[in-house]
């Protein structure tokens, strides 16, 4: 199981990352959201930041869509986010693992080019996804 440890640990290990003051955690590359806590509303409640629960940024509607229904256990989403390429994951749903590759997943598709091909190489990932 993975927690709000796991995804800080992973995020700041991706180059030029920036982690932005919040009550949760909130990552950006290139001034671009890429992974953060969510930020659970409620009518007439006040909002609640759940650091048990992370936005990922997902590139598409068929990416989120398939996230939705290939994995209800770990991904959901809400009216809020209709028509945005984000997901929520219940992080005691997912190995640390598979974590990493949905951080770095999302980071990847935030990034600019540059900044992806240089780390790409320096890890050996082969081309970088466009």
Do not use: C
């Not at 749903?93 to 951080?103: A, F």
């Amino acid at each position: 199981m993975a927690d709000a440890d796991d995804v800080r640990q992973l995020a700041l290990a991706l180059p030029h990352v920036v982690e932005i003051d919040s009550d949760g955690f909130d990552f950006r590359v290139a001034g671009k959201g890429f992974v953060w806590s969510y930020p659970e509303r409620e009518p007439g409640r006040p909002r609640v930041i759940r650091t048990d629960i992370a936005v990922l940024y997902v590139g598409d509607e068929a990416e989120k869509q398939a996230l939705l229904l290939g994995e209800p256990e770990r991904f959901f989403t809400t009216p809020a986010y209709d028509g945005l390429p984000l997901v929520m994951l219940r992080l005691d749903q997912v190995t640390v693992e598979r974590l990493s590759e949905l951080v770095t997943d999302a980071w990847r598709m935030r990034a600019p080019d540059g900044i992806v091909t240089e780390h790409t190489a320096s890890n050996g990932w082969g081309t970088p996804a466009g």
